[in-house]
């Protein structure tokens, strides 16, 4: 499998991906990271990227993530917001899972909200959906389905 290759490749699964816990506010447009390859203050920065960036792109297409390499002499993130302000955040000798953390705090939406958008998400009132407090009761209601054994007999 092609994409079972290169440096931990179980970052490439959809089951890693979705695993992410970072959903960001809606009013966050743009995140860049400024980080060096090499440095001890850098390495919880190189490893937040290597292992968290792929799940927060994958649950916010709406993001645009950057990352700045060795163009800083010290880790930062920075946040631009729909209102024309940005916000910085200091990641200097903090490893991954503390950035992991503070970025969910600061910048993530909080599990209440998430709850409630998946919710509405489901949406009860489709057309499409049959069966009990549903518009339709069974699939032999709905247009060119086979009728129900109960009323038609089957071959």
Known sequence: ???????????????????????????IKIVS???????????GTRDFVFWHLPQIQYKNPDVQVMTLKN???????RCFMSDGKDLLIDVDNRDK?????????????????LHMEAM??????????FGYMCEKHCMCEIFGQVPCPAVVPLP
């Open 1 to 27: 499998m092609p994409f079972m290759k290169g440096a931990a490749p179980i970052r490439r699964t959809i089951q890693y991906l979705e695993a992410g816990k970072i959903v960001f506010k809606d009013r």
């Open 33 to 43: 990271i400024h980080y060096n390859t090499l440095g001890e203050n850098h390495r």
């Open 71 to 77: 163009m800083t002499p010290t880790p930062f993130i």
């Open 97 to 113: 899972d503390r950035i992991h953390d503070h970025v969910l705090q600061v910048l993530g939406k909080p599990k209440e909200t």
């Open 120 to 129: 509405a998400k489901e949406k009860k009132d489709n057309i499409a959906n």
